[in-house]
């Protein structure tokens, strides 16, 4: 039976947001501790942030860190998920550079994410070759440890999806020695793609309109209290509307009936509180008071242990040294059976 590996990770451009923690995060850690699975890589992607960050290295640097620091205080555990640095592993770029002769130009201008993320860089035909093969890259990774579900959010469908149609290819030319992978996606919808909190469609550092895991509770505090709403619910009598209005967006992604037992005993569920909005008599900043009693909930947590991982920095590069070794050994047997494959293990 074919082992079951995960391969996920994060750009380390800046901290890691609550989109982040709800769209993948929190389930890896969650599959981390089930045992299920065989092996579980967590890549921290620096030479794919380099590609629209190529210009400041330092950027990309500091954040590995941070990146780290927020992955131990969510719950991964360095016993139980191999965390690495992807710049540190060549076989990855090797890997990318086989298999950009299976892709065309014409299908990486097809790919959606691609898409949206070059008109949100406004890169327009300035496109750097890097960014522009970036789903490629992501093939590599995910290829390279064999990985055979890859837990992300809705945003990476594509990206995924075109990893597998690189594994058909390639095993249909040469040999099949490539997993096709399996996109993993968080159960609770409201999870796939969380808002800004300015209702922007998506919670970007570069929009300024993240929540992250690392804010202090009063800075968590002031962007709750001040997410955008339903903007026709001016007077508490209003009726107000659901869709579109990112604290019930928030709710739903995050609140649980206890959570109202604890903090809103008016209301038994999240189905009640939004009937008594949608028929109005219920105010914006009593809903927002309720939603920040329960993110505060999630990341005092999260908040408690990074104090303690980063009491000893040397520690923690120490950790991801240790995780970039081991996902090297794995990468470079998927590479040697690549290079078998294609016929070009000449001194084998």
Do not use: W
Request: some cysteine; overall charge negative; charged content about 30%.
């Amino acid at each position: 039976m074919k082992p079951k590996i995960i391969l996920t990770g994060d750009r380390p451009t800046g901290k890691l947001h609550i989109g982040h923690y709800v769209g993948s995060l929190k389930q890896r850690v969650a599959l981390q501790n089930t045992g299920e699975f065989d092996k579980i890589f967590i890549m921290i992607a620096d030479a794919q942030a380099l590609t629209d960050n190529f210009d400041n290295p330092e950027k990309v640097r500091s954040n590995i860190q941070e990146v780290a620091l927020d992955y131990l205080s969510a719950g991964l555990d360095p016993e139980k998920s191999t965390i690495f640095i992807q710049s540190q592993i060549s076989e990855l770029t090797e890997l990318s550079f086989y298999y950009m002769n299976l892709v065309t130009v014409a299908r990486l201008q097809r790919n959606p994410t691609v898409k949206s993320e070059i008109k949100m860089r406004k890169f327009e035909s300035n496109i750097p070759v890097g960014f522009f093969t970036y789903p490629i890259s992501q093939a590599a990774d995910i290829t390279a440890f064999q990985a055979t579900t890859v837990p992300a959010g809705e945003d990476q469908r594509p990206m995924v999806e075109q990893a597998r149609e690189i594994v058909r290819k390639f095993n249909e030319i040469y040999e099949p020695v490539l997993t096709e992978p399996e996109i993993m996606l968080p159960k609770n919808e409201a999870c796939l793609r969380l808002p800004g909190t300015d209702g922007k469609a998506k919670m970007s550092k570069s929009l300024g309109n993240c929540i992250y895991l690392s804010d202090t509770a009063d800075d968590v505090k002031k962007k709750i209290m001040s997410m955008y709403t339903d903007p026709l619910h001016i007077q508490v009598s209003d009726p107000g509307h659901l869709e579109g209005n990112t604290v019930f967006t928030y709710l739903d992604a995050f609140c649980t009936d206890e959570h109202f037992s604890r903090y809103l005993p008016d209301y038994a569920n999240l189905d009640e509180l939004k009937a008594h909005y949608q028929r109005g008599g219920l105010g914006d900043v009593k809903i927002k008071r309720f939603l920040n009693e329960v993110v505060q909930e999630e990341l005092e947590p999260i908040r408690e242990r990074r104090k303690e991982y980063e009491k000893d920095i040397p520690e923690l590069y120490e950790m991801l040294k240790k995780g970039t070794e081991q996902a090297r050994e794995k990468a470079a047997e998927t590479m040697a059976k690549v290079k078998h494959a294609m016929k070009i293990d000449y001194f084998a």
